[in-house]
């Protein structure tokens, strides 16, 4: 009986053991792919801001016009845009 138990099988606990390591590097291979995007965006976004910083222009949003509260800006320093123009922008 003990023999037929598939958890007892040595065999059987290694093949699943690398099924889970296999999705696991997708899983982690995907993670970063996506961060890495994400930091590619935000480097373009600091060098648009750098930009605007030699123009005098920093700070002012790219839609309205209207310059980005400091607040913003504090927390995000790169930010093209006020919150109210972000929000429709994103609809
Ligand atoms: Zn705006």
Redesign the pocket.
Known sequence: MKKDDPFLDPDHASDNAAVDTDVREQVGHDTIEAEVKDLERRVEEIDVALRKISKNQYGI??????Y?PQARLKLIAEAA??I??EKKLRR
């Not at 949003?61 to 209207?66: F, G, Q």
Request: aromatic content about 10%; charged content about 55%.
């Open positions: 949003c790219e839609r309205c016009k209207k980005i845009y006020d109210d123009c």
